[in-house]
């Protein structure tokens, strides 16, 4: 009987090798090397390189300009953020790893996407997780139409894809790619080497047959996929269904899309009564709350994600402190940039904060990195300490440089009329982002250096 080749496997960048180590040669990282038996091929490569022929190679290369261009027929997921973020919609023969904190709604959001595609695209709902009847409560709260959805419940890849493949389904979701097992291979469900090959069967199906396939997945701690990266190197689109601190909304974001930009942001709203996941369509009404009274330390800034541009609140509070290294903590903004716009705004803003200690805040439980709320956010600094409130019609955005420049950020336009759609009057931003025609109800104050945007704030009535 052949013997399965024994061999190591990198759980962090998926590289073999014939002997155990501590380290990684390739990516360095320490103890994530894991035993790996190889299936054994029955395959003969050499015969299958001569069958090929080397001489009909040629016949199998073109040249690019040669290559017809088919334009990717997508189908939409009738949920807008969904959408947004793979691009546009599912692409016939992708692999879609969905990934995410337990209790996010992974599976909520697959069966509702399912159900409601069902009804014109084949489509089978594979758990490896949950019974038929716990599948079958969750539809009826979420109040879905079930009678076009097929769904079963099995662990085992080569009776999945046997399923798939007599059922001629062309949408496919497997909850999750854990608690699947490939017969071939030995090892636990979730461990390095089933991981691996059950991923390489399912895209290879998806591939060879058009199917396209939602594969949910587990995260570590630190965010990635449980399992070896080459998951994610196989995968197609790669995204991350996150929970927005201490909220219902959650936060979908593609760290990998071969469809699409990695910058957009879709955001889904958890319904309190059913837990159905509903697309939030003008996020900014969320993060802004117009209603109370204006306080020191607040701003509004207006951010670009993606192709939309979302305002969003930002707060800060100074205060004096009595440890001779005051405090410094950021929540939903990097904290290494706030460090850096402390220094920033004592230097060229004239303004001692070194003995004071510092909290900023993105209100709504989001996490952003885009440099354009830099001016707001030194702007709620000031006005926190000065203990001067910033009226509630006011917005910024601008990023800040070292030398207190304050440079252009892109899409100015769109962000100035989504500040005068939602009502405000006055916008302090980099004078290269001034419009030549300004939307109606707002003024403009365009700004080149951190002085003339604490200036600015004098127009303040
Ligand atoms: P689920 O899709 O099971 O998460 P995942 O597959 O990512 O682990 O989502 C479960 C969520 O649904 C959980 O956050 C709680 C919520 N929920 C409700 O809002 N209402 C309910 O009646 C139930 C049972 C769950
Ligand atoms: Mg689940």
Same mark, same amino acid.
């Given at each position: 009987m052949a013997k399965n080749k024994l061999s190591f496997v990198c759980i962090d960048c998926g590289d073999n090798f014939s002997k155990w180590q501590?380290?990684?040669?390739?990516?360095? =990282?320490? %103890?994530t090397l894991q035993e790996f038996k190889e299936p054994v091929q029955t395959r003969n490569t050499k015969s299958h390189s001569n069958q090929k &022929?080397?001489? &009909?190679a040629k016949e199998l290369v073109q040249k690019l300009s040669d290559v017809c261009l088919e334009e990717l027929p997508r189908f939409g997921t009738k949920n807008t953020e969904f959408d947004r973020v793979l691009g546009g919609g599912i692409v016939p023969g992708s692999v879609i790893l969905l990934a995410g904190t337990p209790g996010a709604g992974k599976s909520t959001l697959t069966l509702q996407t399912l159900c409601e595609l069902s009804q014109s695209i084949q489509s089978i709902y594979l758990s490896g997780e949950e019974s038929l009847s716990q599948i079958a409560m969750r539809a009826a709260r979420l109040k879905l139409p079930t009678q076009h959805l097929d769904i079963a419940a099995e662990t085992d890849v080569l009776a999945v894809l046997n399923m798939v493949s007599q059922l001629k389904s062309k949408l496919v979701v497997i909850d999750s790619l854990q608690s699947m097992y490939h017969p071939d291979v030995t090892g636990t469900p979730g461990g390095v080497t089933q991981l691996r090959e059950c991923a390489h069967a399912l895209t290879q199906y998806a591939k060879q047959n058009g199917v396209a396939m939602i594969v949910i997945c587990h995260t570590t701690k630190d965010g990635g996929? =449980? &399992? !070896?990266r080459v998951v994610e190197h196989i995968a197609d689109v790669m995204m991350h269904l996150l929970v927005m601190?201490?909220?219902r909304f959650r936060e979908l974001r593609a760290q990998k899309n071969r469809f699409g930009s990695i910058n957009e942001l879709g955001i889904l709203a958890m319904m309190p009564d059913n837990g159905y996941l509903k697309a939030v369509t003008d996020p900014s009404a969320i993060f802004l709350n117009r209603s109370r009274q204006p306080h020191p330390g607040s701003m509004v800034a207006a951010l670009w994600e993606g192709s939309r541009s979302m305002l969003v609140e930002l707060q800060s509070l100074v205060v004096e402190s009595s440890q001779g290294n005051p405090r410094r903590l950021a929540v939903g903004l990097d904290q290494n940039r706030v460090n850096m716009l402390v220094a920033i705004l004592m230097r060229?803003?004239?303004? =001692?904060?070194?003995?004071q200690e510092l909290y900023v805040n993105l209100v709504g439980g989001l996490k952003i990195s885009d440099p354009s709320t830099d001016l707001p956010l030194i702007l709620s600094m000031i006005s926190s300490f000065q203990n001067r409130a910033i009226p509630q019609d006011w917005l910024a955005f601008g990023e800040v440089g070292l030398s207190g420049e304050i440079r252009a950020t892109p899409s100015g336009l769109e962000r100035i009329r989504q500040a005068a759609q939602q009502g405000f009057c006055h916008c302090i931003c !980099?004078? =290269? %982002?001034? !419009?030549k025609t300004l939307p109606e109800g707002i003024k403009v104050y365009g700004v080149e250096t951190l002085v003339e945007a604490i200036d600015a704030l004098d127009h303040i009535a």
């Open positions: 501590g380290q990684c040669d390739t990516c360095g =990282a320490w %103890n &022929g080397y001489s &009909g996929v =449980a &399992g !070896p601190e201490g909220s060229h803003g004239d303004l =001692a904060i070194f003995d !980099p004078k =290269a %982002n001034i !419009p």
